[in-house]
């Protein structure tokens, strides 16, 4: 909660590109370490860094959506986006967790998980001089 009062001030003080990007790479972070945790205690611990990663992406995402629509269709674009980056990943993302689990083991599917984080990070990073 407390990064969701702060948004407006870290916008200010970082792009949003690099806020994005800092999102992205804790989030890839979290699933790398889970895929080393031992214990219930330790995924709890590491499950706090998703207080660090929503807020900051939700923020971020809401003002990128913002700038490019145009004002008869923010609504909509606001829509779309928080299904494709919330509902559409809740769906997708335990699908794979749970195909690669069956076929390997969990440690293998949260690996390939943060590997998808880090694919974010390098589009991120491979589109951050257009003004994103």
Sequence with gaps: MPLFFLGAKLKTKFKESTLLLVAAAIYSLRFFMYSA??????????STLQALSFPVIHLVCTSMINKQCPDNLKSTGQQVALALYSSLS?????????????????????????????ASVVLILLYRGRNI
Excluded at 37 to 46: E, F, G, K, R
Excluded at 96 to 112: C, K, P, R
């Design 90 to 118: 809740a769906l997708v993302s335990p699908m794979l967790a749970g195909i690669l689990e069956q076929y390997f083991d969990i440690n293998f599917a949260l690996l390939v998980i943060g590997f998808i984080g880090i």
């Design 37 to 46: 945790a031992n214990d219930v205690a330790t995924m709890l611990i590491i």
